[in-house]
């Protein structure tokens, strides 16, 4: 069985402590990933261009440091984090402000490190000082506590509508929003990691390239169109 490997993938290579992504696909300090609907968002210096095929859209962010995390899963609300500023801020599809959260001072008691969308006006947040996972609902302003402290020195961080997940070299572990947990050991070396998709791994051993579903432990070869 093959798998077949189209899109432009993205990995954020993250620590309990501090967060410092690592894009890739990168070239002249320029991040580059695209949405499901195929729209393309590069982010420069302060800036995020999105464009649709139709138009250009640029949002600037000069007063918010540096962006740790872009997540466009939602293309109706994008949620740019910033680790060095504590703050999220959440766009529209024309790249228009819904609103900022300031965790400095809305939720002083954390210090988040992975700030995600999950299903509408949820989010995923990670916390580097109790390294415990948040589940917050923007709508009614409550941050709830998910998890126990997290035993992953460093690790992967992946996060879609239904789950977060991480993974370290050994395994990789699944949580609702209710905080119902299952880990999954793998099975498999490789020389490079290339993505981590929550419940798929793509990566390269003796310069062969790979998929690997974790849940059912198959693994499969990847035949990349790109090149």
Do not use: C
Not at 63 to 76: A, C, E, Q
Not at 126 to 133: A, E, T, Y
Not at 168 to 192: A, Q
């Amino acid at each position: 069985m093959k798998f077949v490997l189209f899109t432009l993938m993205v990995l954020s290579v993250t620590t309990i402590y501090a967060q410092q992504p690592i894009v890739l696909n990168k070239s002249n300090n320029e991040v580059f990933t695209i949405d499901h609907l195929q729209h393309q968002y590069t982010v420069t210096t302060e800036t995020l261009t999105k464009n649709d095929n139709e138009e250009t859209k640029t949002y600037q962010y000069p007063f918010f440091g540096k962006l740790s995390h872009l997540d466009v899963r939602n293309p109706l609300e994008i949620v740019l984090f910033f680790d060095e500023s504590n703050q999220m801020i959440v766009l529209d599809n024309n790249l228009s402000e819904k609103f900022i959260v300031n965790f400095t001072i809305e939720y002083p008691e954390i210090d988040p490190i992975y700030v995600a969308s999950a299903a509408k006006n949820f989010y995923w947040v990670v916390d580097g000082l109790s390294k415990q996972i948040y589940y917050l609902d923007y709508r009614n302003n409550s941050l709830r506590l998910i998890s126990n402290p997290i035993d992953f020195q460093e690790h992967l961080i992946y996060s879609d509508a239904n789950k977060i997940y991480l993974m370290n070299n050994k395994k990789v572990m699944h949580m609702d929003r209710y905080g119902v947990t299952k880990e999954y050991w793998l099975k498999i070396s490789y020389d490079e990691l290339i993505a981590f998709l929550g419940n798929i791994l793509i990566y390269k051993r003796n310069k062969q390239q790979y998929s690997y579903d974790i849940i059912n432990q198959e693994e499969s070869t990847v035949v990349d169109n790109n090149n």
